[in-house]
């Protein structure tokens, strides 16, 4: 194991006298009252460039020889490493070259080229951009900043952990994402030397269990598309899994739609927007509520460069899993008026139509028929099957395309 807690506490004077952020740690009722524990908040997603990954970048790239800092320097990101080391670069005057997958949301991309970074999309996975990374390192004699596989990184990252046992000294539990490693790695080893009783769990997307896998001497070719893209990492390396098989007590993994529900429940509680990997220390607490009862939990919420659009489907896929938006398909007998009947209805039983569709030519559906299809603003689940009681009520056959009820 390379990185010491010395290494940590070095790297904490270096980002307490910078320009980095000293981000809030704080108690959330709502998410305690929810899950059964004592649930605090370490809100890295405030960070500078929304992201923790400001703190390892920044502690790299001051340890940088004046030679190294003249030639410039690289990095491979999903997103949140690039915009680090982009904006730290352009502060110190350094040329700053990220090589970032093509799946990159285009949030990161802007981002990144905002700070004056050349960035350059080759393949779908980080694996796939080392090739064009060493490809250029050779070239142009640039200088790595590797997203995790560096101890100038991990111990800048363990300085959350410091500030997390600081402002909460009771604390039982850490939950932390995992891509690389390089968070937690940094995390535990803080964290164990401040309190060694402390429990660091870390937290995987179910399709990119990849440091699961590795400390379990498993070997699957990860891949798929997922909401966490920022941890979605398919291979992980000797000295982050070192340090996480000696700190760590586990990994949870997690599903894509428990993903959704704690980016949703983020925003809903808190107000606060994170994105998928940000999110996941909370999915897993939710997903394993009776683990963490009665525990003093602290969830790094580790990142909030989610793409606008992606962020509006999962609200609103997250109000038709409450039944707060329902699709209803209505038969109805093709005749003036019956829509304004149905309108009638719905509106005096409080729904709001957002959509109607008014479809006549479906074999299944009599010559004189038609079906209507609404989609329409409820309360909750309950106010919901009111609505669809009440026009079945009315004489008409009412089919939920959700629950196909």
């Known amino acids: 194991m390379t990185v010491t807690f010395e290494d940590i506490k070095q790297a904490k004077i270096l980002v307490d006298d910078s320009s980095l952020v000293r981000t809030p740690f704080m108690f959330s009722r709502r998410l305690s009252s929810q899950t059964g524990a004592n649930i605090y908040i370490k809100y890295e997603n405030l960070q500078r460039t929304n992201s923790f990954k400001s703190r390892g970048a920044f502690v790299k790239l001051v340890s940088l020889t004046q030679e190294e800092r003249d030639a410039g320097i690289i990095a491979l990101s999903a997103g949140n490493h690039a915009q680090a080391v982009a904006y730290h670069s352009e502060r110190m005057g350094i040329k700053a070259t990220i090589v970032m997958p093509t799946t990159t949301p285009f949030i990161k991309v802007e981002q990144s080229e905002a700070y004056g970074a050349r960035v350059v ?173 009665d525990k003093n939990v602290g969830i790094v919420i580790s990142g909030g460069n989610i793409d606008s659009r992606i962020l509006a489907s999962i609200l609103f896929r997250e109000l038709e899993r409450s039944n707060r938006i329902i699709n209803l398909r209505v038969e109805v007998f093709d005749k003036p008026g019956v829509l304004a009947e149905i309108s009638t209805l719905t509106g005096d039983m409080g729904a709001n139509i957002l959509d109607v569709s008014h479809k006549r030519s479906f074999l299944d559906v009599p010559a004189k028929g038609a079906l209507l299809d609404l989609t329409l603003e409820t309360r909750d689940a309950q106010h919901a099957s009111e609505i669809i009681t009440a026009i079945k009520l009315a004489g008409y056959k009412v089919t939920n395309l959700e629950m196909k009820a």
């Open 121 to 293: 999309l080759r393949g779908e996975t980080l694996v796939e951009c080392e090739v064009a990374t060493n490809e250029l390192m050779e070239k142009e004699r640039l200088t790595l900043v590797h997203p995790f596989d560096d101890d100038k990184v991990i111990a800048g990252q363990g300085t959350i952990a410091i500030e997390m046992l600081e402002d909460v000294p009771n604390l039982d539990t850490i939950v932390v994402p995992v891509g690389g490693g390089g968070l937690i790695a940094g995390i535990a080893v803080a964290a164990k030397a401040m309190k060694p009783d402390i429990e660091i769990i870390g937290v995987e997307p179910g399709i990119y269990p990849t440091m699961r896998n590795a400390l379990n001497g498993i070997i699957v070719d990860c891949h798929g598309h997922t909401l966490a893209e920022g941890i979605a990492v398919k291979n992980v390396v000797k000295r982050t899994v070192d340090i996480v098989r000696e700190h760590v007590s586990s990994i949870i993994v997690v599903e894509e739609d428990e993903i959704e529900q704690a980016v949703n429940q983020l925003i809903i509680n808190l107000k606060n927007v994170a994105e998928g990997a940000g999110a996941v220390g909370l999915a897993a607490v939710m997903q394993q509520k009776q683990r963490f009862k």
